[in-house]
């Protein structure tokens, strides 16, 4: 088991920031995130009777989604709460508490691993894609889903806000390796490099959403680095960067009290 002195910076940075974040999580961003679920199973060919890991689950979307599919599933998430949150979810599912890349599980166990938005939360992506094809059996299929990088369209609202309004970036919040690899081509390579016959979907999609909601159960409700560089802000700047979010959203208004707001990801997908 790694503890933190193993860790990478980045990976130390990301066990404080989701640390008891789980039901602000399951409020808020995982609407979002779970929009791809499905694309993310059939792009593993996830099946009744496969042997199936969800890597990251949270609060266990994907591992309801492979459960309705007649999955044997297991998961594990890095995030204490998050964990004992999918297993309340998804009471058929087994899940663990599990930091990549050290999972715990025998070579060749599962026929598919999928990890929804996992793989950009980790500091040393390339040993934890060696780690998910160590559990696989051979002809195992991997898919995984990250964010296009630089951040755009609803994933970029409050950071875009906060540069409209002119609050830095503080220099102790780590950047992390998907600021590189968020593209095809670079997610194509990294996954190829581990994985034979890769290959990378891009994901768009409209995310409707009532403003006021998301601003209260994502940026208020500090989860991701957004919310907590927010956080630190005085509350007369969270008032500016609030009128800045409202100024962004307009031309997105879809009539009805909510807005549709363009999302962007990529979709890897590898056989082992």
């Not at 499905?38 to 009777?49: F, H, N, P, Q, S």
């Not at 297993?87 to 899940?95: L, Q, S, T």
């Not at 094809?133 to 296009?148: D, I, K």
Request: glycine share 10%; with cysteine.
């Amino acid at each position: 088991m790694r503890t933190l002195r193993d860790m990478t910076t980045f990976d130390a940075y990301e066990r404080e920031l989701w640390a008891g974040r789980a039901e602000a999580y399951e409020r808020g961003f995982a609407r979002l995130s779970g929009c791809t679920v499905e694309r993310l199973l059939d792009a593993a060919g996830v099946r009744a009777g496969d042997r199936l890991l969800d890597v990251g689950t949270g609060p266990g979307p994907v591992s309801a989604a492979a459960v309705r599919r007649g999955a044997q599933v297991s998961a594990v998430d890095a995030e204490p709460e998050m964990a004992e949150t999918a297993a309340r979810n998804v009471p058929e599912a087994e899940v663990r508490v599990a930091v990549l890349p050290d999972l715990p599980y025998g070579d060749a166990s599962f026929d598919a691993v999928v990890g929804n938005f996992v793989i950009n939360h980790v500091g040393e992506p390339e040993t934890a894609l060696a780690e998910l094809r160590r559990v696989l059996r051979t002809g195992g299929v991997l898919a995984l889903t990250c964010w296009t990088m630089p951040g755009s369209g609803v994933l970029a609202l409050v950071r875009d806000a906060m540069d409209e309004v002119g609050v830095p970036w503080p220099d102790d919040i780590p950047v992390g390796p998907f600021m590189e690899y968020g593209r095809p081509d670079a997610f194509g390579a990294l996954v190829g490099g581990v994985f034979r016959d890769a290959s990378v979907e891009e994901l768009d999609w409209e995310f409707e959403f009532e403003p006021e909601d998301w601003w209260r159960t994502g940026a208020l409700a500090r989860v991701g680095s957004n919310g907590v560089v927010l956080a630190r802000q005085d509350p007369a700047t969270i008032a500016r960067v609030k009128d800045a979010y409202d100024r962004i959203l307009r031309p997105y208004a879809a009539g009805n009290g909510t807005v549709r707001v363009p999302a962007h990801a990529l979709l890897a997908r590898g056989v082992r």
